[in-house]
């Protein structure tokens, strides 16, 4: 793939299987509380559908 098309099918089908506003509110939340370890190594993708998939929280020991 070159950039193009991966932002394509990035685009295209990052709603088929990530919910997009828990994944904005999981994005801004950690931006701005400075939980900079919640987005690389402390978090769980989690699947209630087995389907879609959120970010949920692991591992607080540096927030705040």
Do not use: G, P
Request: net charge negative; proline share 0%.
């Amino acid at each position: 793939f070159d950039d193009v098309q991966f932002e394509w099918i990035l685009n295209k089908e990052f709603e088929d299987h990530f919910d997009m506003e828990y994944a904005l509110v999981y994005y801004v939340y950690t931006f701005f509380a400075l939980m900079v370890d919640q987005r690389a190594k402390n978090l769980f993708l989690t699947s209630w559908d087995k389907k879609h998939w959120m970010c949920y929280f692991y591992d607080n020991d540096q927030n705040f």
